[in-house]
């Protein structure tokens, strides 16, 4: 596609479900990452993928935190047994050559 | 750890007015650097960046040179503008090998006043 979509915008679930985020890069890209944005603050690093294979997790704070881009495009973040404090932006980006990232819109998640 | 520092906010200016947002980072090695945009309810934008040591990056009339000396970035802009009101976010990486995506600073929230 023509930039990095990511769905849904928003999302507002209640505490203890999970939710799966999804991120759909830019056609081609071979690096995708997941990032997490609190209000306030400057997007941080959650982990990231070179085709289908996760490269680096460590950023992810937990485990029930995980993701996968199964056939080297779209990746999805999941975040199992939701708690208050993952409500934050979540973002994703694509990139082909490690100095150019593309972001999604983002997507809003507020757990209640 | 990497980390990117930058000037806290809000920073209130009038329209065509000199800009400075400082930048500083601490890392192992000789990063990439970059400055990021958002606009209001719009996603994280490349503003500019720069791959190695004294390198200017620029961009809608905003300028930024790699500084190796003093590990630094500064933004700047000689004439803001009202449509400049962004959030502004300083960032490194070591793409290429090792430990990769963007460390960010927390932002600067730039706002102009006409």
């Known amino acids: 596609g023509a930039g990095v979509s990511q769905s849904p915008r928003y999302k507002v679930t209640k505490r203890g479900q999970d939710v799966a985020l999804r991120c759909d890069p830019i056609?081609?890209?071979?690096?995708l990452y997941w990032y997490r944005q609190a209000l306030g603050q400057g997007p941080e690093f959650l982990t990231y993928?070179?085709?289908?294979?996760?490269?680096?997790k460590s950023g992810l704070p937990n485990d029930r935190f995980s993701a996968e881009r199964p056939e080297g495009s779209i990746s999805t973040l999941t975040i199992q047994r939701t708690e208050q404090r993952d409500s934050a932006m979540y973002r994703c980006?694509?990139?082909?050559?490690?100095?150019?990232?593309?972001f999604g819109s983002g997507t809003r998640l507020t757990v209640v | 750890g990497d980390s990117v520092t930058q000037m806290e906010g809000p920073v209130t200016l009038s329209e065509e007015a000199f800009l400075t947002i400082n930048c500083t980072y601490t890392?192992?090695?000789?990063?990439?650097l970059f400055w990021y945009v958002q606009y209001p309810g719009e996603g994280l934008q490349l503003l500019l960046k720069?791959?190695?040591?004294?390198d200017k990056g620029s961009n809608k009339g905003f300028e930024a040179t790699y500084r190796k000396e003093t590990t630094s970035f500064h933004l700047e802009k000689g004439s803001v503008q009202v449509s400049d009101s962004a959030v502004y976010f300083c960032?490194?990486?070591f793409g290429g090998g090792g430990a990769d995506g963007l460390t960010f600073g927390k932002g600067t929230h730039l706002i102009i006043q006409p």
């Open positions: 980006a694509s990139s082909l050559e490690r100095t150019d990232y593309t």
């Open positions: 056609s081609g890209h071979v690096s």
């Open positions: 993928f070179n085709y289908e294979a996760q490269q680096d």
């Open positions: 890392a192992t090695g000789y990063p990439s």
């Open positions: 720069a791959t190695k040591a004294d």
């Open positions: 960032a490194l990486t």
